[in-house]
């Protein structure tokens, strides 16, 4: 799987306002079965920090900006979310660490499964071990 | 059906940020199909007008505020939504008009199905006229 993988949502823009969505199984490859976002999240802030074996989600800051370091073990890279209508995949096996969050960012992330804390590589070292194989 | 439900959303306040979590038929009483989101909308500008023969959807400002109409054909009600771990359910057959929305306001919505026209009631007259059977 790449490592950057961009996901632009179906919007409409209009001078009423602008629209943006996204249908599970449809637009979204996996039935959405959680959706949770953050915000109020301090500038000198680091979240995230780790992987999943299984989860796959699609994240977008809605409003604001936040940048997300991803890393597969082998490569890594930088990207900015800055768009509310411009996400990216999160794909298994990716670590990531979010930063540089705007005062008035939140962030939105659709995910494929509901909350299981087994699905989570928490420990760097794990997670570089296991994509070395 | 209560005209006014409100929404509570689990959530997690730390000083290293909040996060806001739904998941689909667990806190959320159906199998989230959409999701969307409003932005950017005129302070002026009326939105919705219409009803649903059959979606349910839970709406929250996840940013900013706006304010609902809501009318069951038989009452009405005017609600703030100002807090991003505090929607409202909206349920069938509720006429919905959204309001005074800040210019910073993102509106989020779970909603029950994938987008069907067929599912909207945009006329009021015929809306209150089938509220009346």
Known sequence: VP????FLFHHVDSPEGS???????VDVPFAIKRVYFLHSIPP???RGKHAHK???QI????????SFHLDDGHDQADVK????SRGIILHPNIWREMYDFTPDCVLLILASA?????????DYEAFKHAARR
Chains 1, 2 share one sequence.
């Open 3 to 6: 490592l950057v993988e961009w």
């Open 114 to 122: 509901h909350f299981d804390e087994a699905d989570y590589i928490r």
């Open 44 to 46: 000198t802030q680091v």
């Open 19 to 25: 629209l943006v969505v996204a249908q599970s199984e």
């Open 81 to 84: 979310l800055d768009s509310p």
């Open 54 to 56: 299984a989860l796959t």
């Open 59 to 66: 994240a977008v800051a809605v409003k604001g900006s936040c």
